[in-house]
């Protein structure tokens, strides 16, 4: 990279379902704390990026990044719209560190959002699918298809139970009662999840082996992050959260046709990139926000980031090492799971939780002394992959 | 005649490949021949979908990977909902699901 990148702003909507917002004010809210977080004027921002994977099927817009730019007043900056599936915030984020990086742009703002509570889940689940391969979306084949037909064979090949997948949701609806911005505030046991005990908690089969639980819910909501050049940050921040690495891969469009179904290729690709240009190894992360779209996903990108052997993900889990005390907390944010997934929101949000980590000001879920911190996000099932490694500048 | 199941082989390689693609991922050929994939495969992995897209109302929709023995993978609804991982499986020609409204065909598989 030519010049180091920093995140001197950010801010974030509450997730949930946002009746009283329409996409584009969610997108304005954002926006505008993430403006104040980094004590800056709109006039200073020279080029936007927009995460949207949705706009024109469920919001009957289009050009939204002008539209966003036009309520901002940004008439001189670039303004584009990043749609990469559920990628499209981490994709939006790594082209702002190349508008950086090259020099080419000084302050960037990146508002990644969606809204899709106000659609059928019929609707919702059938333009999502349209991620997958056209051999797979003509059969049917969901996203849920996807990732319930990977964790039967993870089950199968590595000893995974359906109670490893229940203490991944148990865990991060445990870390989202402490983020104010989380879509699910709701405390659930493992015995609820797993055996219906206490009543009220119903986990209806979504596809056989995974239930309701092991799916993250469908959220409006919006994200920001400013990013500039870290000697450019220094005049904000004597500690700057800087970027330090990014990674990007493919795997096979078609998950039937990976070599070895539950291997993440794109994620061990994307985070090797990341890891290497930060000259930074798996071991050096204090806190990581992974792409727990289902729960079955924590336990294998824990794998395939680099942080536990293959197949040893759910012992961690087990273990409690990937907890808010443990040796590596993940989600503690709430991940997916219960901070919710606005599609194209949440490859920021990641960004932006890490950043509230690094500058320590995460609140009851601050993972104490956190100095580098490791990010993923998917587009589509691990088909396109996008890593951030984060640090602290001293 | 009864609809085969077809796909290509990359003529540098021998790699079979469902459906067609453009470059070969293994060697980078751009030549293939269209071959049979078979008419029987194995199981690999499969679901039961209870929350279906639009289009397809059969519920709960059985889905799963197979293998030909040239080691051709797909993917696809299957007929029966009692399967069970490595069950050998036939292709046949039928209606999968709606799209914009208009019905769409292809192969799905049935226990043998």
């Known amino acids: ?394 | 005649m009864e609809k085969r199941i077809m796909g290509v082989k990359c003529t540098g390689c021998g790699k079979v490949f469902y459906p067609k693609r453009a470059c070969c991922p293994d060697c980078g050929g751009k030549m293939f021949e269209e071959i049979c994939l078979g008419d029987e495969c194995i199981l690999l992995t499969f679901t039961k979908l209870y929350a279906l897209p639009e289009g397809i109302e059969r519920v709960p929709l059985v889905l799963g990977i197979v293998e030909f023995a040239n080691a051709a993978r797909a993917v696809g609804q299957i007929t029966e909902e009692n399967v069970t991982i490595g069950m050998k499986l036939r292709p046949i020609w039928g209606l999968l699901r709606n799209i914009d409204g208009k019905e769409v065909y292809g192969f799905k598989f049935k226990p043998i």
Not at chain 1, 63 to 88: F, P, V, Y
Not at chain 1, 211 to 232: H, Q
């Open chain 1, 1 to 394: 990279m030519f010049r180091d990148v920093a995140v001197i702003g950010c801010g974030m909507t509450r997730f949930g379902r946002r009746d009283d917002k329409t996409l584009m004010n969610l997108l304005i809210d954002s926006s505008l704390k993430a403006i104040q977080d980094a004590n800056i004027e709109e006039s200073d921002i020279d080029a936007l990026f927009v995460a949207n994977m949705l706009a024109e099927k469920l919001n009957h817009q289009t050009l939204i990044a002008t539209a966003l730019a036009d309520q901002l007043g940004l008439r001189s900056a670039s303004a584009d719209r990043i749609e990469n599936g559920t990628a499209s915030g981490g994709s939006a984020v790594r082209n702002a560190c190349l508008a950086v990086a090259s020099g080419a742009h000084d302050l960037v703002l990146v508002t990644g959002g969606e809204k899709m509570t106000h659609a059928s889940s019929e609707r919702v689940t059938d333009i999502i699918a349209t991620m997958n391969h056209p051999a797979e979306y003509m059969q049917g084949v969901t996203l849920s298809a996807l990732a319930a037909m990977f964790a039967r064979l993870y089950m199968g090949k590595y000893g995974v139970e359906q109670k490893h997948m229940a203490m991944v949701a148990v865990k991060n609806h445990s870390n989202a009662l402490k983020n104010p911005y989380a879509h699910l505030h709701r405390r659930v046991t493992l015995d609820e999840i797993l055996y219906a005990k206490g009543g009220e908690v119903k986990n209806p089969i979504v596809a056989e082996p995974l239930r309701l639980f092991d799916c993250c819910p469908v959220s409006d909501g919006a994200a920001s992050v400013i990013l500039c050049s870290t000697e450019k940050a220094r005049k904000f921040n004597d500690t700057p959260i800087v970027i330090a690495g990014f990674g990007q891969a493919n795997d096979n469009l078609g998950v039937y046709e990976r070599e070895d179904v539950t291997i993440l290729w794109s994620l061990r690709e994307a985070s090797r990139q990341a890891f290497n240009m930060a000259k930074l190894e798996p071991d050096d992360i204090d806190v990581a926000e992974l792409h727990d779209a289902f729960t079955i996903l924590e336990i294998a990108e824990s794998e395939d980031a680099g942080f536990f052997k293959k197949g040893t993900g759910h012992r961690a889990l087990e273990e409690g090492s990937t907890s808010l005390s443990g040796k590596l907390p993940i989600n503690v944010s709430g991940g997916l799971k219960a901070r919710g997934h606005p599609i194209g929101a949440t490859g920021v949000a990641q960004i932006v939780e890490l950043t509230w980590q690094l500058r320590g000001e995460a609140g009851a879920r601050q993972v104490a002394g956190a100095e580098k911190a490791f990010s993923c996000n998917s587009g589509g099932f691990a088909s396109n992959m996008v890593a951030f490694v984060m640090e602290r500048s001293s």
